[in-house]
């Protein structure tokens, strides 16, 4: 977010983007939520307080997840403008988020599941949005219900197949299309609304109120639909960096909220008017036939929206983790050269869409994929809540009363809706847990692998000093050239410099030892981007920048920092010494046989150190050695 505020015309402009980028998956939950809350509530025949209650629970659900405790508070939270569960964690005090080697604090682990669940999301969302635009197709023409699911399998495959030429010039329609989407809901929704406006009453909060003391504890299941509503709210916060929250409240509040409130309300006026038009209510909306099919390719160009949204978050949801250390390195490739954000990942983008296509094949209908949706949102929105009480009190200083109150606030729907959907598991529910299960292994072994290989290659000399006497005493000539030595400290002596002195008894005239950090902030300022500092002997320390949003492209900064630092380097004949490290994999090491193994696997499939952070492989020397960790 600008220091600067935008002008009318700017602000226009950014929050007309936002409802292309921020508010497709929000937008599209009209699709499938109020079927399955009023199926939730009372099958094919609920009755009218039913319908009042689960209306005001809906509306009431977008005030306070999004309106008040995204809108109003999280997005407070932001590190130099950049939102997200990794930006709110790096908020937090160092203290709470680092630990000893080999160790996940417990406030790291609370952002790393959330990560998780997020990635469960960006599976589940393309496949239950475009499942529930396709169904409209059995209504307009019944024949051709058999066509639904290969449909939606075909438009998920093409979705993801494009993804490795960038949204850059598709991302110029989609808001265009979102305004036209929402412009279209929202009046449909004020038509069927003019019939019975008193369905208007159940804005009131009394009404939800009302549904639980008539259904007592067995009513609170009716959450697990309600929060379908508010899937998306996530995507305000992590969307932040890329617009501003005024543009994002601006949007919200002037569009998106009053489109949804007219269309769920439409929606229901229409079930009082025609009880049938439970089976499928939003596409109820419109007389069966050309109508429909109109409103079904509608639909699908929302769907692919709001599904386009969670794959680019899932992209940079990857790249921040492996910035900040809980990630392998993998392929990351720019669709666009002027745009930073826009990136793809293969590896991410192939498990996405399979994972996709799998659920439409298995689940075949939305309402029985809906099962499986609201854990991952559930859970995430709980563990933002925790992160940010963190953040106000221990970073912000706020009062203690002041802190408790902010959280039992969003606790008090936050764990309603987690305990609702818990209630889904064996529908369907455990294949969110089970792909966030599988992430937080990869994201906590792969961190605690990292962290005791460091304290590994860094124990064996505890001061630089004792490391230079290694060097010294096995030295015996020093070469012509440049040597570039990758440092993973700031202090002493990397492990593969020590090492290839130990066996050639040689070392270049020149010496670059090269660390390259992560800092805790999604950009660097150019003016803190390298340093440079001369030490004995024809050795130097460069120390390299980046932020957790950026990519490691060191060559340009690598060639910047020696030419303004007068350091001999003749480009073509540098020589770069990268270490490698062989695991055995033993149960005598730390880490045991089974998560040494795995890490292993990561490691040697993770992309190389030379092409992740752009070194010219044709100079690139590495040393190896085993170890057990």
Not at 361 to 390: H, K, N, Q
Not at 441 to 450: E, S
Not at 506 to 530: C, F, K, M, N, W
Not at 611 to 620: A, D, K, Y
Request: aromatic residues 10%.
């Amino acid at each position: 977010m600008s220091a600067h505020s935008p002008s009318k015309a700017g602000l226009a402009a950014l929050s007309l983007g936002t409802l292309g980028v921020v508010f497709g998956d929000i937008g599209t939950s009209p699709l499938y939520t109020l079927k399955e809350c009023l199926h939730s509530a009372g099958g094919t025949h609920p009755t009218q307080s039913d319908l009042y209650g689960v209306l005001s629970l809906i509306f009431w659900a977008l005030v306070l997840v999004v309106s008040v405790k995204y809108l109003a508070f999280i997005m407070k939270a932001d590190n130099k403008g950049e939102g997200g569960i990794f930006a709110l964690l790096a908020l937090v005090p160092e203290n709470l988020r680092t630990a000893k080697p080999g160790r996940v604090t417990v406030v790291a682990l609370i952002a790393i599941m959330g990560a998780a669940l997020l990635y469960g999301d960006g599976v589940i969302t393309p496949a239950i949005s475009v499942l529930s635009a396709t169904e409209g197709l059995a209504i307009a023409f019944p024949e051709s219900a058999s066509l639904v699911v290969p449909l939606s399998c075909a438009i998920l495959i093409a979705l993801f197949a494009i993804q490795s030429q960038g949204t850059g010039a598709v991302g110029k329609l989609f808001g265009p299309i979102m305004v036209l989407w929402f412009g279209t809901i929202g009046t449909l929704g004020a038509y069927h609304l003019s019939f019975n406006p008193e369905i208007l009453w159940a804005l009131s909060p009394h009404y939800a109120w009302d549904y639980f003391a008539h259904h007592g504890w067995p009513g609170l299941h009716i959450l697990a639909s309600v929060v379908l509503a508010v899937t998306g709210g996530e995507a305000l916060y992590a969307d932040m960096g890329h617009f501003g929250i005024k543009p994002i409240r601006l949007a919200w509040l002037a569009l998106v909220l009053p489109a949804l409130v007219l269309c769920y309300f439409g929606q229901g006026a229409h079930v009082l008017r025609d009880p049938r038009a439970i089976a499928n209510p939003f596409f109820s909306l419109v007389p069966a036939g050309p109508a429909t099919l109109a409103l079904v390719i509608l639909s699908s160009l929302a769907a692919i929206i709001a599904s386009q949204a969670l794959i680019s978050g899932a992209f940079s949801l990857t790249r921040s983790a492996m910035q900040l250390g809980f990630f392998p390195r993998v392929r990351v490739l720019h669709t666009a050269h002027d745009v930073e954000g826009q990136i793809y990942i293969p590896i991410i983008n192939f498990f996405l869409g399979l994972g996709s296509v799998l659920l439409v094949l298995f689940f075949r209908e939305s309402p029985r994929l809906a099962a499986a949706y609201g854990i991952a949102v559930a859970g995430t929105m709980l563990l933002t809540s925790i992160l940010f009480f963190l953040v106000v009190r221990r970073t912000w200083a706020w009062p203690t009363g002041r802190a408790v109150a902010v959280l039992a606030l969003f606790l008090s729907f936050d764990i309603p809706f987690l305990a609702a959907n818990l209630g889904k598991f064996m529908d369907g529910g455990y294949i969110p847990v089970l792909l966030g299960a599988i992430i937080l292994t990869i994201m906590v072994i792969w961190n605690r692998g990292r962290t005791l290989l460091w304290f590994h290659n860094t124990r064996r000399f505890r001061s630089s000093v004792a490391a230079q006497a290694c060097v010294d005493s096995n030295l015996a000539a020093r070469v012509p050239g440049t040597a570039v030595f990758l440092s993973s400290s700031q202090e002493s002596l990397p492990l593969p410099l020590i090492r290839h002195v130990e066996r050639s008894h040689s070392l270049h005239e020149t010496v670059i030892l090269l660390t390259i950090r992560t800092a805790g902030q999604p950009t660097v300022a150019a003016a803190d981007r390298y340093s440079t500092l001369k030490l004995d002997r024809g050795f130097y320390r460069v120390i390299v920048s980046f932020g957790f949003m950026e990519d490691p492209n060191v060559m340009p900064i690598l060639r910047a920092a020696v030419a303004e630092a007068n350091i001999p380097f003749p480009d073509a004949k540098v020589t770069y010494y990268l270490g490698r490290d062989n695991l055995i994999a033993s149960s005598k090491g730390h880490m045991g046989a089974v998560a040494e193994s795995i890490f292993s696997f990561l490691q040697k499939n993770a992309v190389a150190a030379d092409r992740f952070f752009g070194l010219p492989p044709r100079q690139v020397v590495e040393l190896g050695t085993q170890l057990d960790l």
